[in-house]
């Protein structure tokens, strides 16, 4: 295996193509070999695995990807990496390679066709401008899977795993917590990219929870209660609720809180997920 996480190997294929990178799609391409290992490890994939790569860039992981799964489908919206991908791939007939925006691409039908519905592994080294739509993409569209192994920004990973009390805690945390339990892998300096992004970076392991740790009987209403509530993040959670139309009254609101033992002026980012499962299931249950 020719491994391109060898600044010199990779800098030979971007020359042989001419390749510009396009900043829009936050090409930042890994020449670390230790932390690709690293992700490898994490992602725990075997031989049984089909498991879906978002950006594959020159293919730099995609080669440890190929070498660890069964099979792999690679999505990637750059045109001009495609024929670069034929080339540095060229030795593995288990890969295929989609031309497309990632998020126009129906994956439960890929998950479907390709692994008979059952859970897929996810790893990337995700396009930071994109980060939240496909995490949630992957999550609210029910995707079968089993584990989601990114590298993201630094402060994204933060985000995802901090509970109520932080400034980092928002409508990501909860999602992904409600989702996944999260784990830091590894954090990762500018230097292990070419070119060097402006940011810190963390790998971060999200492993899909069979059932969530909460019970929720409509998850739609509670995750529009969640982003109503971290809209208006200085303003209580009475106000978040009115303005997001959520569909309680203040006096009704008032006594659910009352009866989950919290005051009326509670702002929203205090709440735990339980705590918002429960108000999801007090709002969902008002007899209007
Ligand atoms: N996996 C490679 C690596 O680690 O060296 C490249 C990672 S780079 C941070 C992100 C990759 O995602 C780029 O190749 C970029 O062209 C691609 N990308 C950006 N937006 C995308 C989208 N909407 N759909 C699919 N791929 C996208």
Known sequence: MATLGIPANTIAVLQKYDFNFQKKFGQNFLIDTS????IIAASEITKEDM???IGPGI??????LCEAAREVVAVEIDKNLIPILEDTLSAYDNVTVINQDILKVDINKLAEERNGGRPIKVVANLPYYITTPIIMGLFESHVPLDSITIMVQK???DRMQVGPGTKDYGALSLAVQYYAKPEI????PPNCFMPRPKVGSAVIKLNRYEQPPVQVEDEALMFRIIRASFNQRRKTLANGLKNGGIPVTK???VEILGKMGLTENIRGEALTLEQFADLANNIKNLKH
């Open 155 to 157: 402060e994204v990973a």
């Open 185 to 188: 892998i590894a954090n990762v």
């Open 59 to 64: 293919g730099t992981m995609t080669q440890y």
């Open 251 to 253: 006096e009704e609101l």
């Open 51 to 53: 498991v879906l790569e």
């Open 35 to 38: 932390v690709l290992d690293r």
